[in-house]
């Protein structure tokens, strides 16, 4: 099948899309999730290997840190994080998906793979040990938003909820397998090579993903709309052949959802922020608010979680990680099991609910706490049920704000809202620390329960006044390309009215 042709100067009439959009799931997709899905849980590996082993870094025969500079490593890399999205962010609207993809992963595993070359103490070493952190850093932050592109670019819209949600959901697994890694490394080998061999676990699995994805081809959605129509047709006859490959009858392309082209130049984080707050300023907000509120939440919960299992309810430190395997747990599960209602029931609905829905969970828990009838594995429980929705809506958070801007600026949007989300979650840890203080004053607590249940709750209502129908659309038609000669395919329209200013 050929890409037909435009018969206006300048422009190119593409069905790239909707071949894209037609295909039945075959093995070609499944490879894709594994290929790329992994970044979420090497993020989650990261960031599980590095809390359980900070306690064995401040002691004489492994690094010697004090406790602020074993603070300062998660920091770092959050730090990291949030820099590499904006970087690689932008150069994955420039360059391609898979160059970055590519690139991102390299980045990480460097990083990852010095950290545990750090042989010394001193001041020298922790400076070396704080850059590998923060290099790490950089490379998974840009895997966020150059992979979160390249998935709903090559899924077909039908599924793309489902994939999406269930892909951000294994950074639990992520979290379970550094959990569970360490756990047994730091027990059964000597402290000095056990937190080692720890954060050399992520670089080991994303050395084999690395060649695993070699073979995976471009977007040829950003290709086309970048000018590239050969590399276009030969990526989408790529994709083609191997779901045919896979036992699968190719359907008819619907010959109507052709969509004109004008390919232009790249446009900058400036000219994006015109593009989200003139032409999209209520999906700048419903995005906003989903990634703040989930960031919030997450942060606060998680990086005191071992603290309150501590301090108020006496859990030795020796046997706390068996709970975090359960909150871990829960938090898989709930994305695994209801992502498939976001394409069914809908989006809007779905979102809306799941932060409503733990929302009130947590205020509910929150007042079973400060009445103090929960114990240590009931509290474990209770927040295994209201994360079983909260993880569901946060994966769900990252897919919106992937899917409801035009694609030329959809890394960097998708980089520019979690780096947002990241410098608010971190508030969460530092305000609830506090609130915890010596675990003599509950209801302090109680009331840091209560706000994260509100900041829930508030995301939840922005979704259902400004939650976009999204599901089984082609993303085309969600937002029409800043390049559409005629604000894409016949008879639709951008979000909220506005001509694109790329467009003439």
Known sequence: MTTPRSTTPGTVRSLIPARIDRLPWSAFHTRIVIALGVAWILDGLEITVASSVGAILNKPETLNLSSTEVGLIATVYLIGEV??????????????????????????????????????TGTGWVIF???????????????????????????????????????????????????????????????????????????????????????????????????REQAAEESISYIEHEVEQSGKTLPPVDESKAIDLRPADQIGYLALTRVLF??????????????????FLYNAIFFTYTLVLGKFYGVPSTSTPLYLIAFAVGNLIGPLTIGHFFDTIGRKAM?????????????ISAWLFYAGVLTAMTQTISWCVVFFFASSGASAAYLTVSEIFPLEVRAKAIAVFFAIAQCFGALGPVIYGALIGDGTQPFRLFLGYLL?????????????????????????????????????????????????????
Do not use: C
């Not at 599924?159 to 550094?178: C, E």
């Not at 032409?279 to 989903?290: F, H, I, N, T």
């Open 83 to 120: 820099i590499g999205a904006l970087v690689f962010g932008r150069m994955s609207d420039r360059l391609g998906r898979r160059n970055l993809f590519m690139i991102t992963l390299t980045v990480y595993l460097v990083g990852s793979g010095l950290t545990a070359l750090t042989l010394g």
């Open 129 to 227: 040990l704080y850059l590998t952190r923060f290099i790490a850093g950089t490379g998974i932050g840009g895997e966020y938003a150059a992979i979160n592109s390249a998935i709903d670019e090559l899924i077909p819209a039908r599924y793309r909820g489902r994939v999406d949600i269930a892909v951000n959901g294994t950074y639990w697994a992520g979290a379970l397998l550094g959990t569970l890694g360490t756990f047994i490394l730091l027990n059964v080998l000597s402290p000095s090579v056990g937190w080692r061999i720890g954060f050399l676990l992520g670089p080991v699995l994303g050395l084999v993903i690395l060649l695993v994805r070699r073979h995976l081809p471009e977007s040829p959605r950003w290709q086309i709309m970048n000018g």
């Open 278 to 295: 003139r032409e999209y300023p209520s999906r700048a907000v419903l995005g906003a608010a989903l990634m703040v509120s989930q960031s």
């Open 351 to 363: 979102i809306a609910g799941t932060y409503l829905v733990s929302g009130i969970l947590l205020a």
């Open 452 to 504: 994260g249940a509100a900041v829930m709750i508030a995301g939840g209502l922005v979704a259902v006044v400004y939650g976009v129908a999204a599901e089984g659309r082609s993303l085309e038609d969600i937002a029409a390309p800043l390049s559409a000669a005629t604000g894409g395919r016949a008879g639709s329209t951008r979000a909220e009215g506005a001509a694109s200013p790329l467009s003439t």
